[in-house]
């Protein structure tokens, strides 16, 4: 299935996530398995959390990108409006492009 992502741009171009694990770097066209890396401060939720559409109004687009992501063994998670509405939690993911 599609999804989209909201990712960190580094400065050298790479890619990576921007809360849990935010020193990964996300290859293209590679299957990735999801991991349980509990935070402080954020509920654990096994999962790459992706959305229905490339829209998250409450999160900064600083240095961040778009990109088009297909998911598998994933559940619906149902979000405010206001936080983009829909949103999958993935236990696979493999990102496909930057938007």
Same mark, same amino acid.
């Given at each position: 299935?599609?999804?989209?992502?909201? &990712?960190?741009?580094? !400065?050298?171009?790479?890619?990576? $996530?921007?809360?849990?694990?935010?020193?990964?770097?996300? $290859?293209?066209?590679?299957?990735?398995?999801? +991991?349980?890396? =509990?935070?402080?401060?954020?509920?654990?939720? @096994?999962?790459?959390?992706?959305?229905? @559409?490339?829209?998250? =109004?409450?999160?900064?687009? @600083?240095?961040?990108?778009? &990109?088009?992501? +297909?998911?598998? +063994?994933?559940?619906?998670? !149902?979000? =405010? @409006?206001?936080?983009?509405?829909?949103?999958?939690?993935?236990?696979?993911? !493999? &990102?496909?492009?930057?938007?």
């Amino acid at each position: 299935m599609i999804a989209y992502k909201l &990712v960190r741009q580094r !400065k050298d171009g790479s890619l990576g $996530p921007l809360f849990i694990n935010a020193r990964l770097r996300l $290859p293209f066209n590679e299957w990735l398995n999801a +991991e349980l890396l =509990p935070k402080k401060g954020y509920k654990p939720r @096994k999962g790459w959390h992706c959305t229905a @559409k490339p829209l998250a =109004p409450h999160l900064s687009l @600083k240095d961040r990108v778009w &990109v088009k992501v +297909e998911i598998a +063994e994933y559940e619906e998670l !149902k979000r =405010p @409006k206001h936080q983009g509405g829909l949103w999958y939690l993935a236990q696979k993911m !493999k &990102v496909l492009h930057i938007l």
